[in-house]
């Protein structure tokens, strides 16, 4: 299932929408290697893991300017985590795919 499936970008109240009317600004994954675009294509179709698949595609759709809440939307996901995922990736690539909230999993 593609972006556009889920979500149709050109609808007049999409957020691209919205940002350009109030002249805000987007954050977007700006730069990418051929090998980086190739790395995060396979393994959006072949990792084992479900929730590294959807981390690399938000870094590709972030790449293409999709805004972080149209992929949250498209990932069923907070934008919050959109946005970690996101920073992760600028901080330390590849790797930053793999870290997880393990905060998340302590009780209260």
């Known amino acids: 299932m593609s972006y556009n499936d889920v979500y149709d970008r050109n609808h007049p109240e999409s957020e691209r929408s919205f940002a350009k009317k109030m002249n805000i600004p987007h954050r977007f994954i700006s730069e990418l290697s051929g090998d980086e ?3 995060l294509n396979e ?6 893991s479900y929730h590294i698949r959807r981390r690399a595609h938000a870094v590709l759709l972030s790449y293409e300017q999709f805004g972080i809440a149209e992929i949250a939307r498209a990932c069923k996901v907070s934008r919050n ?20 909230r393990a905060a998340a999993l302590l009780p209260n």
């Open 43 to 48: 393994m959006v179709k072949n990792h084992n």
């Open 37 to 39: 675009i190739t790395t």
């Open 81 to 100: 985590s959109v946005s970690s995922w996101l920073k992760a990736w600028e901080t330390e690539g590849i790797g930053g795919l793999y870290v997880f």
